[in-house]
């Protein structure tokens, strides 16, 4: 098959007739920049459309990127506050000048059970989901303490620092892991509900969750918090993602992953 034969809008349609869930009205799965009906020469999947993503999409004559996270600064991509913002202009004239088209999928992921996104972290780290306990993991046995646990994520996902709230010397038996930002209360509802060692995530509002596991181990509970940083527990995800892509969309289509990488550094 020609991959003219594909536009960029065929492509998106192909993709939300595959997604397990309708998406309501104000899903942020839309278009972002970019003509839909130009030919898909190929498409560049990834957590975050930084410049250097983009730099590597044209290099690799992608002209679709699929994003899981904003472009533009602003998680409902509302953009009329940075009209006149240097950064935000330029990155809109790149896309403009050489065509690229962006198209984030965010919901999507998030409506597969298990979670997409969640399911590409649980593969790389090779932990076990159990279908009975939604968030609820078994790791490898080699895993035995909350310190093991936090230098596993670290070599696994290729990551300098974690950071830890609680008891690194707790047990590792119950494991909940929340990627992204899903906010204190869904991760807080793991150790309560399911009773969890350590909850393993994305981000976490530094006055809920961390605060509820001080204060669980100040009364002689072995509990503990992992923080990955956002890209770094939702990249797997994307990679899943693509393969997922690939399954379904021709082969003449040239599809690649390109990780975005932790934006913060340690100094």
């Known amino acids: 098959m020609n991959t003219t034969a594909m536009t960029i809008q065929s492509v998106i349609d192909s993709i939300l007739e595959h997604v397990p869930a309708k998406l309501g009205p104000g899903t942020v799965d839309t278009l972002k920049c970019g003509d839909p009906t130009q030919p898909v020469r190929g498409i560049v999947v990834t957590f975050m459309a930084t410049r250097t993503v983009l730099k590597k999409a044209v ?5 679709l990127v699929i994003t899981h996270e904003p472009t533009f600064y602003h998680h409902l991509d509302k953009t009329e506050w940075l009209d006149a913002d240097p950064v935000s202009s330029a990155k809109k004239k790149y896309l403009e000048d050489r065509s690229l088209a962006v198209w984030r999928f965010h919901d999507g992921p998030h409506t597969f059970h298990p979670d997409g996104i969640g399911s590409g972290m649980i593969k790389r780290l090779g932990w076990t989901y159990d279908p009975a306990r939604k968030h609820v993991l078994t790791v490898p046995s080699e895993i035995r303490t909350v310190r093991d646990l936090a230098e596993s994520c670290k070599k696994i996902l290729g990551i300098s620092h974690v950071r830890v709230a609680g008891d690194l010397d707790a047990p590792c038996n119950r494991v909940g892991l929340r990627v992204g930002a899903s906010g204190g209360q869904s991760q807080i509802e793991l150790f309560r509900e399911h009773d969890v060692d350590v909850v393993v995530c994305g981000e976490s509002p530094e006055w809920e969750t961390c605060e509820y596991v001080r204060d669980a181990v100040e009364m002689g509970k072995k509990k503990a918090l992992i923080v990955l940083g956002h890209a770094n527990s ?9 393969t997922w892509l690939r399954s379904f969309l021709p082969a003449e289509i040239p599809l690649h992953h390109i990780p975005a990488g932790d934006p913060f550094r340690f100094v």
Not at 235 to 241: D, N, T
């Open 59 to 63: 290099d690799l004559d992608a002209n």
């Open 234 to 242: 939702e990249e797997a995800g994307m990679e899943w993602i693509a």
